[in-house]
């Protein structure tokens, strides 16, 4: 098994920024690690991913926005946030795929409010 923690979310005014973290309990290496995200009465969908060779991929929603990237030594994923819109809001998911299991973390609530 592998617990995912993330951090980081709050409450932050359109145009701020923020950075979530998710903490693996163990090595991500050679993993498929991403963040999701679920508004209020909304699927999860994906937000951005990032594969062992560091290649990634973003929803184009926040294309331009935010960044996802990973360190392997301390066995965390991050995800920069800029630019935050109102419809930013929403629980923040780190998700890693490690020998073809799938794990998801708690979740972080962000919300983007003036």
């Known amino acids: 098994q592998v617990q995912l923690v993330e951090s980081g979310g709050g409450l932050v005014q359109p145009g701020g920024s923020l950075r979530l973290s998710c903490a693996a309990s163990k090595s991500i290496f050679g993993g498929l690690l991403g963040w999701y995200r679920q508004a209020p009465g909304k699927k999860r969908d994906m937000v951005a991913t990032?594969?062992?060779?560091?290649?990634?991929n973003y929803a184009d929603s926040v294309k331009g926005r935010f960044t996802i990237s990973r360190d392997n030594a301390r066995n965390t994923v991050f995800l920069q946030k800029g630019s935050l819109k109102p419809e930013d809001t929403a629980v923040y998911y780190c998700?890693?795929?490690?020998?073809?299991?799938?794990?998801w973390g708690q979740g972080t609530q962000v919300a983007v409010s003036s």
């Open positions: 998700d890693a795929i490690l020998n073809q299991r799938s794990y």
């Open positions: 990032i594969s062992s060779s560091a290649i990634t």
